[in-house]
């Protein structure tokens, strides 16, 4: 971890716990500010602080400057000892939970003796949380709700998260030439929403293996190494809830593509595949397809397939939903591609609460060779968000024409997110949404009133263009809108306005199993990252990997369409 991250969590406890003490909430917003702006900064404050620089950052008080040099210094904080020892450790956690303030936990802490989750639960369960005064049974009940859904959403880790870990590890494999082959297996490698633990597979020759699994097990970030074997080892990465556990498997260079095939699952696909090999008298296994005592196929997962008399299938779909029987009858549908994508559908810009310029989203999107990027801010209601008055939507579509002048290649598109008001009247007239490319409604409060009558009138509006974040859920911890998804897809049926698949990993809205739904029923889906920084532009390959593990092709997803394409939707259906 970096001196930057390291100091922005630090402030993070910090705030926690100067919520729970009572503070100001000027005093913990101040905290929380500078964690954040730790976490962006661009250069690292071991060299601000040595260049006596760290008082120029906008920010960063010279109390704030004098508590990071102790850090740097002594490698303490006065004050994180200072606040942190007057509360249960356990307590900080707690803020996590949805529906739960620092004044609650405060509360439940002094009244109730409550010192950490389990504490908590044992008084939602006697009944004293929900008779303190103020917060009656039905909060009671959805605090419980919340600390359930994140304590399961702990034992997974995101698949953003899955990732960047394996591709950390890959590329410290990667430089040892003795590596003959490598490739993530697994959920990683499925593409699943969220990740039990990371899979990696190699080839390598038996005499080099010893070496390999000291490189792996070397791996700088190694908290603890659970197994060293020259099959299999497992090691622990340190993060910031716990730790991550990685697995290694090593096999022989003429094994490799049917291990693949195993290690990548899913569990079920690959029962289905041994059956179906049984029943063409075949075994395959993790060395192989046989046929009798003769090895047909082994080295490549091309050829495992092929050897069942099958097209390869493309990993995120391998989970025994039906793609086998497909694949059986030569009827696999081509499922989307990360190179079919020809921009992003949902980005804010530092007009609202993005940081990125709109000359920054620009340069990002010719960099990743999109062909346009809506820019997507949002509307006046937001304000905590920093959403746009109509008179300076106005004058950022004024600024994008005059950026795309004379473009070639690549266009920003006038887009807006703009709220679903809580009689399910848009926060922008339509004059104002007439003069754009691309309209996103999203609800962004009133999470249990009428969602599902707001969404459809929303729908109904030929100027709307798709959906934002159609549940509202994260993967984290919080359920979502009380929505009756089957009648807003119904709806956008006969509309012809598409739904959202919200890339942003935590929300990864709608999910596949809605995404299926959605395609059987013919709606088009926009892919956004709803990103407010660069590098969450990234986040559009779980976007298309959740695409992916939901069949949808090419022609599913409105953002694999020109410009022009995108633009004319308006018009179409105007008619
Ligand atoms: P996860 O880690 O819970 O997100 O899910 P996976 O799919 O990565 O599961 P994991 O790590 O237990 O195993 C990786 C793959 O190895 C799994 O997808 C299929 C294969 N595999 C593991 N154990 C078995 C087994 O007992 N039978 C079969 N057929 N395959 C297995
Ligand atoms: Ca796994
Ligand atoms: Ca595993
Ligand atoms: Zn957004």
């Not at 803020?95 to 620092?102: H, I, M, R, S, Y």
């Not at 990371?198 to 070496?211: M, S, V």
């Not at 595949?273 to 075994?283: E, I, N, Q, T, V």
């Amino acid at each position: 971890m970096t001196k930057n991250r390291e100091l922005a969590k630090i402030f993070l406890t910090i705030s926690d716990a100067l919520e729970i003490n009572g503070e100001d909430s000027f005093k913990v917003l101040a905290y929380r500010r500078a964690a954040r702006i730790l976490e962006n900064l661009s250069e690292s404050v071991d060299t601000l602080a040595a260049e006596k620089r760290l008082r120029g950052v906008p920010g960063i008080g010279k109390g704030l400057a004098d508590k990071i040099e102790e850090y740097l210094r002594t490698g303490r904080m006065s004050k994180l000892k200072e606040t942190s020892t007057r509360i249960p450790r356990g307590l900080l956690p707690l803020l996590e939970v949805q529906g739960l303030g620092g004044k609650t936990i405060r509360r439940v802490w002094k009244e109730l003796g409550v010192k950490d989750a389990a504490g908590l639960r044992r008084a939602a369960a006697d009944g004293s949380l929900a008779r303190l005064s103020g917060l009656g049974e039905k909060r009671a009940a959805n605090i419980l709700k919340s600390l359930d859904l994140r304590e399961r959403a702990r034992e997974r880790i995101s698949i953003f998260e899955a990732v960047t870990v394996a591709e950390d590890i890959l590329a410290h494999l990667r430089r040892n030439p003795k590596f003959q082959a490598l490739s993530p297996a697994g959920s990683v490698r499925r593409m699943k929403e969220t990740v039990g633990d990371i899979d990696i597979l190699a080839a390598a020759r038996p005499g080099d293996r010893e070496e390999l699994v000291a490189w792996f097990t070397g791996f700088p970030g190694v908290s603890r190494v659970l197994e060293a074997g020259e099959t299999k080892s497992s090691i622990l990465i340190p993060a910031a809830d716990g730790e991550r556990q990685v697995d290694l498997r090593l096999v022989d260079e003429s094994e490799y593509g049917a291990a693949l095939q195993y290690f990548t699952g899913s569990k079920e696909h690959n029962v289905k595949l041994r059956g179906m090999a049984k029943d063409r008298g075949l075994k395959i296994s993790e060395y192989g397809v046989f046929r009798g005592g003769k090895k047909i196929a082994g080295p490549t997962e091309e050829e495992v397939y092929r050897a069942l008399g099958l097209p390869p299938i493309p990993p995120e779909m391998r989970e025994d939903r039906g793609e086998v029987e497909l694949a059986l009858e030569g009827r696999l549908p081509r499922s989307v591609e990360p190179g079919d994508i020809r921009g992003d559908l949902h980005v804010h810009s530092d007009w609202s609460d993005g940081r990125m310029t709109l000359r920054d989203i620009r340069e990002a999107g010719r960099r990743l060779g999109y062909a346009y990027i809506a820019v997507c801010d949002h509307s006046r209601s937001a304000a905590y968000a920093g959403g746009l008055s109509p008179e300076r939507l106005a004058r950022q579509g004024k600024e994008i024409e005059r950026l795309n002048q004379g473009a070639k290649g690549f266009v920003l598109l006038k887009g807006a997110e703009v709220d679903i008001l809580g009689d399910g009247t848009l926060d922008f007239p339509d004059r104002i949404l007439e003069k754009l490319d691309f309209v996103v409604a999203s609800i962004h409060s009133g999470f249990r009133k009428n969602v599902t009558e707001r969404m459809i009138k929303a729908l109904s509006n030929p100027l709307v263009s798709t959906i934002g974040h159609p549940t509202g859920r994260l993967i984290s911890g919080r359920e979502g809108y009380e929505v009756d998804l089957k009648k807003v897809m119904d709806a956008a049926r006969k509309t012809g306005v598409a739904l959202e698949l919200n890339a942003f990993f935590d929300r990864l809205d709608l999910n596949e199993t809605h995404l299926r739904q959605a395609r059987k029923l013919g709606i088009k889906i926009s892919i956004g990252t709803d990103t407010h920084q660069a590098g969450g532009l990234d986040m559009m390959r779980y976007g298309v990997g959740i695409a992916r593990r939901a069949w949808l092709s090419k022609a599913d997803i409105l953002n694999t369409l020109p410009a022009t394409g995108i633009k004319k939707l308006k018009n179409l259906r105007n008619k």
